[in-house]
């Protein structure tokens, strides 16, 4: 069933409801007569546990890429033991064919910054900071604008509306990276923040215990804390309402696929662009319906569903449903960003292989050998392969190296080599 | 490449008196940005970048006024300024043009706008002109891929380029 209204793009047009050239930034006064800020005041009258509970009750899943439930994530923090407690918002949105979270940072910065509050508000974390990648210059100026407001507004700072959170008064910071894929990852974000290289970490310890300059530590994506917002207003039923749910038969215990989620549509289609629908949402409908189908002359062939490091969809699989179950009904990686990227016909595999590959060995961030060398020999050899100079050897090398890299088989510390070997 | 290791201790050094670290940065970082950490490391990609902001790239010299700044060992404050592609060890032009190589803009045909903007400038990716105006870069996803293909000059974002019109983007720069 298609999403009947727009709810993280309540306030930023988009069709079917909208306009994208009608889009432009809210100021704090415009959100809060939109009627933002209600779910903060909802979520101060309220129990902290409550409100991590309405989360966990909502079943909402990390919309960053790993779907990780979110409401989860927040109970397996330590109890407050009088030092400073830390959430780092990952706004670091490097994976190519990703442009979601811009989108909400550019245009509506006033509903992340209620979910970062009401998130510092249900876990008591008092210091937050926004992880913003180096490359969104205008979003950051944007967003910096926002957070002044913020203060000087009485969400953040000396005399909060929030009042002490773990028994200081809250503050919200921008932090701005400097060009590298891998401070998405979790604990590389972590190790970047602290001033160093951003080496991912070997867990456990899992940041949630130790995590910023060692202390509790949640990590979120922009969008998941979008949609606390909302989930709060209208509760968790209202939430699994929408989506596709949990598939037939599964546990109770089985993550789920429930609400909308922002879709980034990108390459040869009439109207490329960031849209809201239900997860479950084919392929098609995207491109389809809220695309408006592809560029006269090229047809479908194949696309990068969820960013360049899930895999790929093929032809046969144009009307593959987008949620949570995508990865195991397809056998690819997983829904991802959910950002997709769509292969014309005319676009060879071989040269979309090399392409990640060579995007893999340059991002790798040289920690564990395979990753550092197993990419780069890769894309040498895709490059080799492409022009056309490729020996059936290579294919039999190409598929022992990628089966030798990734966290998977565990000869790597993060998923960035996961990410790196699907393509072969 | 995120994992290329630093310069050899042997490198030598251009000094001059003057200090990178203005008294202004120091004076914004003291009353600012210092409260906003639990420690002084962590200013040190934000101090970097207020360095480059106002130099446009950094000198080894700058490097070392900032570990000391923060109290840190200069290797340190190397090590993190290494890993990161936004930051010029090396001076770089006054415009760096960021063509992205990503898939949607592949797909979309960058290779055209670099081959282009190559022609025009007479560099390749990665090198500056000998007059020193422009840089050109190809670099991966910019996080723009609905405009793709689409390049960054400084900071402005440029969508939606081809051959034909990407000479625009350098029209009304200086
Ligand atoms: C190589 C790599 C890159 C990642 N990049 C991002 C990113 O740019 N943005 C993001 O939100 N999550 C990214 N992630 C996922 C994060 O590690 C983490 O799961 C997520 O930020 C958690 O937030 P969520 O639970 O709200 O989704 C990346 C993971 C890996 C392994
Ligand atoms: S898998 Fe690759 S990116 Fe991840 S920690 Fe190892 S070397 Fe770094
Ligand atoms: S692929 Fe070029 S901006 Fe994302």
Redesign the interface.
Known sequence: MPLESPILLKNIPTPPWGEFADRKTLSYDDYVKADGYKSLDQAIGMEPKDIVEIVKAAELRGRGGAGFPAGMKWSFLPPQDGG?RFLAINCD???????KD?VLTEFDPHLIIEGIAICMKACQLD?AYYYI??????HRVIFENAIAEAYANGVFGENSRMGKVNERWP?L?L????????CGEETALLE???????WPRIKPPFPAVAGA?G?PTIINNVETLSMVVPVLANGADWFKSMGVGRPEGAPPNVPASFGPKLF?????VQR???YEDNLGVTLKTLVEDHCKGMIPGKQFKAA?HGG?SMGVLDTTEYEAEMDFDIGKKYNNLGLGTA?A????HD?SMV??AR??A??YS??????CTPC?EGGNWLYKMLTRIEAGDGTMKDLDLLLEIASSMGSMPGTTICGLADGANWAV | ???ITKQSGTIQIDRRDEPYLTAEIRKDFESRMFP????K??????L??AIQDLHNWLPYQAIEEAADF?GLPASTVL??AT?????FLEPRGKYTI?VC????C???GNTKLVEKLSEKLGIGPHETTEDGRFTLMN??????????PCA?VN???HENLTADNVEQILDGLD
């Open positions: 400073q949105e490097s994976e190519p064919a990703t442009f811009q210091t990648r180096g490359e969104y210059h205008h503050n910071y932090q701005r990276g400097a060009g590298a894929y891998i970047s923040l602290e001033g160093k290289r951003g300059f202390r980034g549509i990108s390459g040869p490329p662009g960031v990068f360049i950002c990227t769509i292969i014309p676009v040269a979309m392409n990640c060579r995007f340059h991002e790798s961030c040289g920690q550092r | 490449m995120a994992w906003r950490y639990p420690d490391q962590a200013c040190t990609i934000p970097l970048h923060l090590d993190t890993f990161y592609e936004e930051f960021w190589q990503s898939v949607s592949e797909i979309m670099v991966e996803c910019i996080g723009a891929c609905g405009g793709a960054l900071h402005k974002l």
